[in-house]
């Protein structure tokens, strides 16, 4: 059996906050060396993705906030995951309703507004 330990949540976190403040931390360096960005106000991905290629300081900078965004879904795989290997069936339904609903609202906006 799997056990649930707290402690690995919290690796999850720690893990990826240090990597989305690294990311930043690149981009802030890049904006303070005078690099110039070329992003507009409507960013579309196949520009955001152009524009991370480049290394455009503010793609990186925003590369850092997505990597900061990814840390409740990582956590909620965790969750989902464990709970189904400890065959907490109730749980792990309940955590992967609450996955399923973050995502389905990400991808609306996206596509709808």
Do not use: Q, W
Request: charged share 10%.
């Amino acid at each position: 059996m799997l056990e649930l330990k707290e402690y690995d949540v919290y690796k999850i976190i720690i893990g990826f906050l240090s990597i989305s403040i690294s990311i930043s931390a690149l981009g802030l360096v890049l904006v303070l060396l005078g690099i110039p960005t070329h992003l507009t106000e409507t960013i579309t991905i196949e520009a955001y993705m152009s524009a991370l290629a480049s290394l455009d300081p503010l793609a990186i900078i925003y590369l850092g906030i997505l990597s900061l965004l990814c840390i409740p879904l990582l956590v909620l795989g965790y969750l989902v995951i464990a709970y189904m290997v400890n065959n907490e069936k109730k749980m792990s339904l309940l955590t992967l309703l609450a996955l399923v609903m973050i995502i389905t609202i990400a991808f609306l906006r996206y596509y709808l507004l």
